[in-house]
C-alpha cells in the first residue's frame, strides 16, 4: 500500500478530539520532518477534569447528556460478543506518518485526498469501514474487571466519506518479550512535547491484530468519541486479548505520553455486546 504522495513542508495537525489524523500526506521515509501544530495548552479542557466538559462549552454538551458515553467498565460477566463479528482486510506494509499526538505516539495512515477506501479496512454487518490511523492513551481508557491496562492503544476507522464509525480498542501491558508490532516503531520514540516533528514510514499493521489474537474473543458496545465534542454513533470493539510488551517498550511509551484517560461513564444506552 505504499502511496507515492508528495506534500507540502508544513501543514497542520491537530492535538484534539483522540488525535484527528489529519496529516495523510506522505513524505520521504524514514526521514524526520517539521509540521505544524497548536499547542495542546491551548485547549479548553483537559482529561484530568472530564467530568466537567459538558459545562465549559455549549458545543461539548453532548459530553454531558448523550446516552451512549464512552469509555465504559467492562467485566467477564458482560459475557464477550458474539455479534458484529469483524474481518479484517490488513495485509501488508502501510505507508503513514509516525509522531505524537501531544499525548502519546501517534500513526495516520497516508492516502490520496478525501480517498480512504486504498486503507487497511475491516468489516462487519456488511458494513465496511477503514483505518484512518492509530494512537495510544495512557492509562487505558476502559477497565476490564475493575483493572486498568498501562494503556490503550486506539485504531480508528472511518465510512468511505471519512466520518468516524468505529474504534477497535487493544489494552496494552508489560510482559516478558518485545512486541513484533511495536519493534516497528523509531527509537527513541517522539516525545509528547515533540509534536512539531513526525516521520514518514511504513509498517505491517497486521502485526498488531496478530498480537491481538485478531479479535477473535472481544466485547462491543455503541459508544462515542473519549475526548469532546464526544459524539456518539462510534461502534466500539475491546479485544479481550491484552497486547504485551518487554518492560523497556512499554517504559518508551509511558515516557512518550501524557495522561489522556477519560473517567469512565455510566452504562446507559450502550447495548453492551447486544
Same mark, same amino acid.
Given at each position: @500500500?505504499?502511496?507515492?504522495?508528495?506534500? +507540502?513542508?508544513?501543514?497542520?495537525?491537530?492535538?484534539?478530539?483522540?488525535?484527528?489524523?489529519?496529516?495523510?500526506?506522505?513524505?520521504?521515509r524514514?526521514?524526520?520532518?517539521?509540521?505544524t501544530?497548536?499547542?495542546p495548552?491551548?485547549? &479548553?479542557?483537559?482529561? #484530568?477534569?472530564?467530568f466537567?466538559?459538558?459545562?465549559?462549552?455549549?458545543?461539548?454538551?453532548?459530553?454531558?447528556?448523550?446516552t451512549?458515553?464512552? *469509555?465504559?467498565?467492562?467485566?467477564?460477566?458482560?459475557?464477550?460478543?458474539?455479534?458484529?463479528?469483524?474481518?479484517?482486510?490488513?495485509?501488508?506494509?502501510?505507508?503513514?506518518? =509516525?509522531?505524537?499526538? /501531544?499525548?502519546?505516539?501517534?500513526?495516520?495512515?497516508?492516502? +490520496?485526498?478525501?480517498?480512504?477506501t486504498?486503507?487497511?479496512?475491516?468489516?462487519?454487518?456488511?458494513?465496511?469501514?477503514?483505518?484512518?490511523?492509530?494512537?495510544?492513551?495512557? *492509562?487505558?481508557?476502559?477497565?476490564?474487571?475493575? &483493572?486498568r491496562?498501562?494503556?490503550?492503544?486506539?485504531?480508528?476507522?472511518?465510512?468511505?466519506?471519512?466520518? $468516524?464509525?468505529?474504534?477497535?480498542?487493544?489494552?496494552? &501491558?508489560?510482559?516478558n518479550?518485545?512486541? !513484533? =508490532?511495536?519493534?516497528q @516503531?523509531?527509537?527513541?520514540?517522539?516525545?509528547?512535547?515533540? !509534536?512539531?516533528?513526525?516521520?514518514? @514510514?511504513?509498517?505491517?499493521m &497486521?502485526?498488531?491484530?496478530?498480537?491481538?489474537?485478531?479479535?477473535?474473543?472481544?466485547?462491543?458496545?455503541?459508544?462515542?468519541? !473519549?475526548s469532546?465534542?464526544?459524539?456518539? /454513533?462510534?461502534?466500539?470493539?475491546?479485544?479481550?486479548?491484552?497486547?504485551?510488551?518487554?518492560?523497556?517498550? @512499554?517504559?518508551?511509551?509511558?515516557l512518550?505520553?501524557?495522561?489522556?484517560?477519560?473517567? #469512565?461513564? $455510566?452504562?446507559?444506552?450502550?447495548?453492551?455486546?447486544?
Amino acid at each position: @500500500m505504499l502511496l507515492s504522495l508528495l506534500s +507540502p513542508a508544513l501543514f497542520a495537525v491537530s492535538t484534539i478530539a483522540c488525535a484527528s489524523h489529519e496529516n495523510h500526506h506522505f513524505g520521504s521515509r524514514n526521514s524526520k520532518r517539521q509540521i505544524t501544530v497548536p499547542p495542546p495548552n491551548d485547549l &479548553d479542557w483537559a482529561y #484530568e477534569a472530564s467530568f466537567n466538559w459538558g459545562s465549559i462549552n455549549p458545543e461539548y454538551s453532548t459530553c454531558q447528556t448523550g446516552t451512549q458515553q464512552s *469509555p465504559i467498565a467492562l467485566t467477564l460477566s458482560n459475557g464477550l460478543s458474539r455479534s458484529h463479528i469483524p474481518r479484517f482486510n490488513y495485509d501488508g506494509q502501510t505507508a503513514g506518518n =509516525f509522531y505524537n499526538w /501531544g499525548y502519546g505516539p501517534a500513526f495516520t495512515i497516508a492516502h +490520496p485526498e478525501g480517498n480512504f477506501t486504498g486503507n487497511p479496512s475491516f468489516s462487519f454487518d456488511n458494513t465496511t469501514l477503514y483505518l484512518r490511523g492509530w494512537h495510544i492513551h495512557a *492509562p487505558a481508557d476502559h477497565s476490564v474487571a475493575s &483493572d486498568r491496562a498501562k494503556a490503550e492503544l486506539h485504531l480508528v476507522h472511518v465510512d468511505a466519506e471519512g466520518h $468516524e464509525a468505529a474504534v477497535l480498542a487493544i489494552r496494552l &501491558d508489560p510482559g516478558n518479550s518485545n512486541s !513484533t =508490532f511495536f519493534n516497528q @516503531m523509531p527509537q527513541p520514540l517522539i516525545g509528547f512535547n515533540e !509534536t512539531s516533528t513526525e516521520i514518514p @514510514m511504513s509498517i505491517d499493521m &497486521d502485526l498488531v491484530l496478530e498480537n491481538a489474537q485478531y479479535f477473535n474473543e472481544y466485547w462491543t458496545y455503541e459508544g462515542s468519541l !473519549t475526548s469532546p465534542p464526544c459524539h456518539e /454513533g462510534i461502534r466500539w470493539y475491546i479485544a479481550r486479548q491484552t497486547l504485551f510488551l518487554s518492560v523497556n517498550q @512499554m517504559r518508551s511509551i509511558l515516557l512518550a505520553s501524557r495522561f489522556s484517560a477519560r473517567s #469512565e461513564q $455510566e452504562v446507559w444506552l450502550h447495548n453492551i455486546n447486544a
